[in-house]
């Protein structure tokens, strides 16, 4: 941040946002100089053509209510990832590429231009990623931003809800060309750990991705699909859950059927938000921005 | 709680590949069969009557894509492909109702696509 400290930024925003730090990662960063902090934003989970009054009553402003809530942060961040189920599904190849249509020109509202994508399995799982691809390019893929790598993975294309034998491999061969004092960021939809695989939170061959993670001593990373904050550890390697910005679903195996929250009129939007996540020295910071009680 | 003896025959399961006649020279005696066809978004039938201690052998097929068929309670996990017949050779130990469901994202239906099988004395 410029001008002020970052935790100080925190504690002005007054955005009713909670800060999740400290020690999450990044222990190897500690050389890396402090004007190449930076922070991007997580949006997950639009599920936009979502119909379904009694869960979200407000499905066609509440995404652009996020767009609004992003662009008016006060200072904008360097990119925004969003983690999939950027539409709800459909049987119709027509009416999804109509929803990414839509989607896509929602979003186009946002301040900040540079957005990634990666799909969830409303978007990919019943035509393998075709229409995504049209949209918004690869499933899979990284790149890498001021001294941090990115890699974007694909856990839904495939409708089981796995990497695949191919993409494994490709990670594999990736990983081995990047130095491992730098830090690493993992995106995806699914859960890479058996989260609750009997709710289909899980990834089934995603031991094996962070088994290839596990040598990286700065490791982290952030999905969507659960519809919920949520914190875990596999070994050193923390995994990261983003709100949705549609409904909130259950605590995992909380209650026998996974059913959307209902919408609750007394806290209209609650559960649903983005996330940011910002590098701060030695550390990964991240901030809730909750939708409830924004303009 | 390992409430059933779950086997699927690796055997069985490749003769299913290969198809009917096979199959039944690959069944062990005294087993019924019990077929079960998944379909956008349901199983058909829904509910799978056995009696304890019966030998079964539940033959799982799809009418028109590719459909996942999980019991986690027990660790049962297998898929329902177009043209091919899973066979999941099995003999319940104890009484109770055991859920199994779709875990292949198949459409908007794919939540409630559900079944059990319901063991009695």
Redesign the interface.
């Given at each position: 941040m410029i001008g002020f400290d970052r935790r100080d930024f925190l504690k002005l925003a007054g955005l009713g946002g909670v800060v999740f730090a400290s020690g999450l990662g990044f222990p190897g960063r500690t050389a890396m100089a402090a004007g190449d902090d930076f922070y991007f934003v997580q949006m997950s989970d639009t599920h936009w053509g979502f119909q379904g009054k009694q869960v979200n009553p407000d499905a066609q402003g509440t995404l652009r209510k996020a767009v609004a809530a992003v662009n008016e942060l006060p200072h904008q961040p360097d990119f925004i990832m969003f983690t999939g189920d950027l539409t709800h599904?459909?049987?119709d190849p027509q009416e999804r590429r109509r929803r990414l249509a839509e989607f896509r020109d929602i979003i186009g509202d946002l301040n900040v231009k540079a957005i990634r994508f990666i799909p969830g399995?409303h978007d990919a799982?019943?035509d393998e990623g075709e229409a995504f691809k049209e949209f918004f390019g690869p499933t899979h893929y990284t790149f890498a931003h001021k001294g941090i790598n990115f890699v974007a993975l694909d856990n839904?294309s495939d409708?089981?809800?796995a990497l695949g034998a191919d993409q494994l491999a490709w990670l594999k061969a990736h990983l081995g060309t990047l130095d491992r004092a730098q830090p690493l960021v993992v995106l995806a939809h699914r859960p890479l750990f058996d989260l609750a695989?009997?709710w289909?939170w899980a990834t089934r061959d995603g031991a094996e991705a962070v088994a290839l993670l596990m040598p990286f001593e700065s490791v982290a990373v952030f999905y969507g699909h659960i519809h919920q904050e949520h914190h875990h550890m596999t070994g050193h390697i923390p995994h990261h859950a983003a709100t949705s910005l549609m409904f909130p679903l259950p605590a995992p195996k909380s209650q026998p059927k996974?059913?959307p929250v209902p919408w609750d009129a007394a806290a209209p939007y609650r559960g649903l938000g983005f996330r940011s996540v910002e590098t701060y020295g030695r550390e990964l910071e991240l901030e809730e921005h909750p939708l409830a009680g924004t303009t | 709680m390992i409430a059933m003896q779950w086997k699927i025959c690796a055997a069985a399961f490749a003769a299913a590949v290969l198809g009917g006649g096979v199959l039944a020279a690959a069944l062990e005696p005294r087993e019924r069969v019990v077929r079960v066809t998944a379909r956008?978004f349901e199983y058909d039938p829904p509910r799978v009557a056995l009696k304890r201690g019966e030998p079964v052998v539940l033959e799982l097929t799809s009418r028109d894509r590719?459909h996942?068929f999980?019991l986690?309670e027990l660790g049962i996990h297998g898929?329902a492909l177009p043209g091919e017949v899973l066979a999941i050779h099995l003999r319940p130990e104890v009484a109770g109702t055991f859920d199994f469901?779709c875990?292949?994202?198949?459409?908007?239906g794919?939540?409630d696509m559900e079944g059990e099988i319901v063991v009695t004395e």
């Amino acid at each position: 941040m410029i001008g002020f400290d970052r935790r100080d930024f925190l504690k002005l925003a007054g955005l009713g946002g909670v800060v999740f730090a400290s020690g999450l990662g990044f222990p190897g960063r500690t050389a890396m100089a402090a004007g190449d902090d930076f922070y991007f934003v997580q949006m997950s989970d639009t599920h936009w053509g979502f119909q379904g009054k009694q869960v979200n009553p407000d499905a066609q402003g509440t995404l652009r209510k996020a767009v609004a809530a992003v662009n008016e942060l006060p200072h904008q961040p360097d990119f925004i990832m969003f983690t999939g189920d950027l539409t709800h599904t459909t049987d119709d190849p027509q009416e999804r590429r109509r929803r990414l249509a839509e989607f896509r020109d929602i979003i186009g509202d946002l301040n900040v231009k540079a957005i990634r994508f990666i799909p969830g399995e409303h978007d990919a799982s019943l035509d393998e990623g075709e229409a995504f691809k049209e949209f918004f390019g690869p499933t899979h893929y990284t790149f890498a931003h001021k001294g941090i790598n990115f890699v974007a993975l694909d856990n839904v294309s495939d409708p089981s809800g796995a990497l695949g034998a191919d993409q494994l491999a490709w990670l594999k061969a990736h990983l081995g060309t990047l130095d491992r004092a730098q830090p690493l960021v993992v995106l995806a939809h699914r859960p890479l750990f058996d989260l609750a695989p009997e709710w289909d939170w899980a990834t089934r061959d995603g031991a094996e991705a962070v088994a290839l993670l596990m040598p990286f001593e700065s490791v982290a990373v952030f999905y969507g699909h659960i519809h919920q904050e949520h914190h875990h550890m596999t070994g050193h390697i923390p995994h990261h859950a983003a709100t949705s910005l549609m409904f909130p679903l259950p605590a995992p195996k909380s209650q026998p059927k996974r059913v959307p929250v209902p919408w609750d009129a007394a806290a209209p939007y609650r559960g649903l938000g983005f996330r940011s996540v910002e590098t701060y020295g030695r550390e990964l910071e991240l901030e809730e921005h909750p939708l409830a009680g924004t303009t | 709680m390992i409430a059933m003896q779950w086997k699927i025959c690796a055997a069985a399961f490749a003769a299913a590949v290969l198809g009917g006649g096979v199959l039944a020279a690959a069944l062990e005696p005294r087993e019924r069969v019990v077929r079960v066809t998944a379909r956008r978004f349901e199983y058909d039938p829904p509910r799978v009557a056995l009696k304890r201690g019966e030998p079964v052998v539940l033959e799982l097929t799809s009418r028109d894509r590719r459909h996942g068929f999980k019991l986690p309670e027990l660790g049962i996990h297998g898929e329902a492909l177009p043209g091919e017949v899973l066979a999941i050779h099995l003999r319940p130990e104890v009484a109770g109702t055991f859920d199994f469901a779709c875990d292949v994202f198949c459409g908007s239906g794919h939540d409630d696509m559900e079944g059990e099988i319901v063991v009695t004395e």
